[in-house]
């Protein structure tokens, strides 16, 4: 189930990050979405996310 979750959320924020969309707005909506979930998340954290699923993008 986790493994799930957790490919969907990759999932979205791919589909986000390749979307036409500036860096801020970007990251404003994925924190957004990340507390709709429940999950807390500081802008710092955020902007490790969007960098760790950049790379795992680019590999």
Excluded: H, N
């Excluded at 979205?12 to 707005?25: I, M, N, Q, V």
């Excluded at 954290?45 to 960098?51: A, D, G, I, W, Y």
């Amino acid at each position: 189930m986790y493994s799930f979750l957790g490919g969907a959320l990759l999932g979205c924020a791919a589909a986000l990050l390749f979307a036409p969309e500036k860096g801020s707005d970007l990251r404003s909506r994925i924190k957004e979405m990340l507390k709709k979930k429940g999950i807390d998340f500081s802008d710092d954290e955020v902007e490790q996310l969007v960098k760790q699923i950049s790379a795992q993008i680019e590999e």
